[in-house]
C-alpha cells in the first residue's frame, strides 16, 4: 500500500498545469491562497472556543459566585460568533474568488488552444490521429483546469485544519493520527486504481466519441438538413447514435459499478475504525481522564481530522486522475508544425523579377500511398495569367496547396526569382499571395466583414472594400441587403441574411481583390456563377488582376482562353502546355476536353 501512495505521488507533474493556472491570473491565485489559509486555520479556533465554553461552564457549577464565569462566557461567545462571522465572509469571497479565478484559467486555455490550433499544420487536419488528439484536448481543456484549482486549494485548506487536529489528537494518544491516515488509504486506492481505468477506456472510446458527435451534427445541422428529410436518413442516423450512446454506457456504468463496490468496502473498514476511536474518547471521559471539554474537542478534532484526511487524499487522489486526463491536454500542445520559418530568412521581393519556377516537383500526402503529383514543371512570368485545367483529382488543387506552402514538396522545389520558397518567412511569402479556394469559406458576420478578412492589415474603411466588391461584382448583391456592408451574411445569428452560392463566391473573390498581393490564384472562382456572371467577370479580367500575375483552375475551359499559358494536369503530373490555339492545334487532352464541352453547349 506505502509502494502504491509512492508511486501515486511520484506520478503527479503537475507543475505544466501549476505554471498555467499561475499565468492566467497571478492576483487571482494570490487572492485564493490568502483565503484557502484562513479558511484553513478557522475550524480549530472554532472547536477550541467550544472546549473553552464547556469547560468554563462545567466549572462554574463549584463556583458559588457567576458573575466572573457568566462575563467570561459572554466574551467566549462573541468570539465565536466573531469567528463564524468571518467564517462566512470567507466562504462568500472565496465562491467570487473561485469563479472569477476558474472562468480565467478556463479561458486562457482554450486561447492557448486556439493558438496550437492555427499554427498545427494543414497536414494535421488530414490526420484522423489529430482530431483524437484534439478532441481529447478540448474536452479536458473545458474543465479539467479549473478542477485542479479547486482541488489544489482543498487539498491546502485541508492540509493546514489537519495539522491544527492531529496536533490535538496527539496530545490524546500518538496512535490515533497514524490510525486515520492508514485507515483512509483504501478508498484513495480505489479511486486511484478507476481513474486509470476510466481514462484508458475514454482514449480507446474517442473515435466513438466522435463519431456519436458527427452524427449528431449530421441530424441538427443545416448542412445536411435537405437530404436528411429527401431521403428520409433521420430515422437511420438517429438510431445509428443511439446504438453508439448505448454501448458508451454500458461500458461506463460497468466500471462505475466495480468503482462504487471499492468504495463501498473501503468506507465501511473505515466507518468501524473510526467508530472504535470515538467509543476509547468516550470511555476515557467515563474514567475520569478528559474533562467534558475534552470529549468535546477531542470529538470534533476527530470528526473534522478524519473529513480533513480523506479530502487531503482524495484530492491527492483527484489530482492524479487531473494528471492522467492532462495528458491528453499536453499531448495537443507538445504536438509541433512541420513547417517551420528559416534561421536566417532571405526578404521577400518587392516586385517579383523573373517569376515562380516549379521544377521537379513531386509530393505525397502523409496518410497515402499515391503520388498526388509528380515531376511537374512550369514558369509563371510576372503579370502573366497561367491556367490549371484537368480532371478531378489531377493534382490541381495540391500544386496551389505547395506553391502557399501549406505543404512542402516531397521532391523538387519551387522558387521566386531563384529562391526556394522555404528560405522565406511563412507569413511574408503567404501576405504576397491572394488564394481563393473552390472550398472558400463562409463567415456569418457583416459583409464588409467578410471581404476586409482578406486584408486585416489594412484599417476597414469602406472605399477599399466597396472597390474590392465591385471588382468581383459583389457590390451589386450587398447594395440591396437591409444594411448594406452592415449587413450579417449567413442565417447563424440574428437578422442574418442568406446569399446564394454565386452570391457568396463573388464575395470571397472580393476578398482576393482586397488583398495587395503579387499572385493572386482563383481556384473554380467562377463555378457558381451564372455564365452572364462568369463572363462579366473573365471579360475584364486582365484590368481586375492590374499588374498581379494569376493561376486560374478552371473546369470551365471557356473562362482560360484569354489564359497566356494554359497547363493540362492528369494524374498528377502536366501532360501539354501552351496557349489556346496551341492546345488546340495538338489535337491532344486539352482539345478533347474543350470540344466536349463544346459540343454540350450546342446542344
Not at 417 to 427: C, S, T, V
Amino acid at each position: 500500500m506505502v509502494r502504491k501512495l509512492q508511486k501515486l505521488l511520484g506520478t503527479l507533474r503537475l507543475l505544466p498545469a501549476l505554471r498555467l493556472v499561475w499565468q492566467s491570473s497571478p492576483r487571482w491565485a494570490i487572492a485564493r491562497t490568502v483565503l484557502l489559509v484562513i479558511q484553513g486555520i478557522l475550524p480549530l479556533i472554532s472547536i477550541y472556543i467550544a472546549k473553552l465554553i464547556i469547560d468554563t461552564v462545567a466549572a462554574s457549577f463549584t463556583i458559588a459566585d457567576k458573575t466572573a464565569t457568566v462575563s467570561q462566557v459572554i466574551f467566549l461567545i462573541v468570539l465565536a460568533g466573531a469567528v463564524t462571522i468571518t467564517t462566512v465572509i470567507c466562504n462568500a469571497l472565496a465562491e467570487l474568488v473561485n469563479n472569477a479565478h476558474s472562468q480565467k484559467v478556463t479561458d486562457y486555455i482554450q486561447d492557448i488552444l486556439h493558438t496550437k490550433s492555427i499554427e498545427a499544420d494543414l497536414e494535421y487536419y488530414e490526420n484522423s490521429h489529430y482530431y483524437d488528439t484534439m478532441q481529447r484536448a478540448q474536452q479536458e481543456a473545458r474543465y479539467r483546469p479549473p478542477l485542479i484549482i479547486n482541488r489544489l486549494a482543498q487539498l491546502g485548506q485541508s492540509s493546514i485544519s489537519l495539522l491544527g487536529m492531529i496536533g490535538l489528537l496527539l496530545s490524546l494518544h500518538w496512535s490515533i493520527a497514524g490510525v486515520l491516515i492508514v485507515i483512509s488509504l483504501p478508498a484513495m486506492l480505489v479511486r486511484v486504481k478507476y481513474a486509470r481505468v476510466m481514462y484508458d477506456w475514454r482514449r480507446k472510446k474517442t473515435g466513438m466519441e466522435r463519431l456519436s458527435e458527427y452524427l449528431g451534427w449530421i441530424l441538427t445541422s443545416e448542412q445536411f438538413a435537405k437530404e436528411i428529410r429527401l431521403f428520409s436518413l433521420g430515422d437511420y442516423f438517429g438510431k445509428w447514435y443511439l446504438r453508439i450512446r448505448r454501448q458508451i454506457y454500458k461500458e461506463s456504468i460497468a466500471i462505475d459499478t466495480r468503482r462504487a463496490f471499492g468504495n463501498f468496502i473501503a468506507q465501511t473498514i473505515s466507518g468501524i475504525v473510526v467508530l472504535g476511536v470515538f467509543a476509547f474518547i468516550i470511555f476515557q471521559t467515563i474514567q475520569g481522564v478528559l474533562r467534558i471539554g475534552d470529549l468535546v474537542l477531542y470529538s470534533q478534532a476527530l470528526q473534522r481530522g478524519e473529513s480533513d484526511i480523506k479530502n487531503l487524499l482524495s484530492s491527492l487522489s483527484a489530482l492524479y486522475e487531473d494528471n492522467l486526463f492532462l495528458a491528453n491536454l499536453y499531448e495537443f500542445l507538445e504536438l509541433k508544425p512541420k513547417l517551420a520559418d528559416p534561421l536566417h530568412p532571405v526578404p521577400f521581393p518587392e516586385v517579383i523579377q523573373t517569376g515562380i519556377v516549379v521544377q521537379n516537383v513531386g509530393f505525397k500526402y502523409a496518410n497515402s500511398t499515391r503520388q498526388a503529383i509528380r515531376d511537374v514543371n512550369l514558369t509563371i512570368r510576372p503579370g502573366e495569367v497561367v491556367a490549371l485545367v484537368g480532371e478531378n483529382g489531377s493534382g490541381k488543387t495540391t500544386l496551389i496547396k505547395l506553391l502557399c506552402r501549406l505543404y512542402d514538396p516531397t521532391t523538387g522545389s519551387i522558387t521566386v526569382d531563384g529562391i526556394d520558397l522555404r528560405e522565406f518567412k511563412i507569413a511574408e511569402l503567404r501576405r504576397e499571395i491572394s488564394v481563393i479556394f473552390q472550398d472558400y469559406a463562409k463567415y456569418n458576420f457583416t459583409a464588409q466583414e467578410n471581404i476586409w478578412f482578406g486584408n486585416i492589415d489594412l484599417p476597414p474603411e469602406p472605399e477599399n472594400i466597396i472597390a474590392a466588391a465591385r471588382r468581383s461584382g459583389a457590390d451589386d448583391v450587398i447594395s440591396k441587403l437591409p444594411q448594406g456592408y452592415d449587413t450579417t451574411l449567413g442565417q447563424l445569428f440574428s437578422q442574418g441574411e442568406e446569399l446564394s452560392i454565386g452570391q457568396w463566391q463573388k464575395v470571397a473573390l472580393a476578398r482576393a481583390f482586397l488583398r495587395n498581393s503579387q499572385l493572386i490564384v482563383l481556384d473554380e472562382p467562377t463555378s457558381a456563377m451564372d455564365p452572364k456572371a462568369e463572363y462579366e467577370v473573365f471579360e475584364k479580367f486582365r484590368q481586375l488582376i492590374k499588374d498581379q500575375s494569376a493561376i486560374l483552375i478552371s473546369h470551365r475551359l471557356s473562362t482560360v482562353k484569354m489564359s497566356d499559358r494554359i497547363y493540362v494536369m492528369d494524374n498528377g503530373t502536366i501532360v501539354e502546355s501552351g496557349t489556346h490555339d496551341q492546345l488546340m492545334q495538338m489535337n491532344g487532352k486539352y482539345a478533347y476536353l474543350f470540344e466536349t464541352q463544346a459540343q454540350q453547349y450546342r446542344i
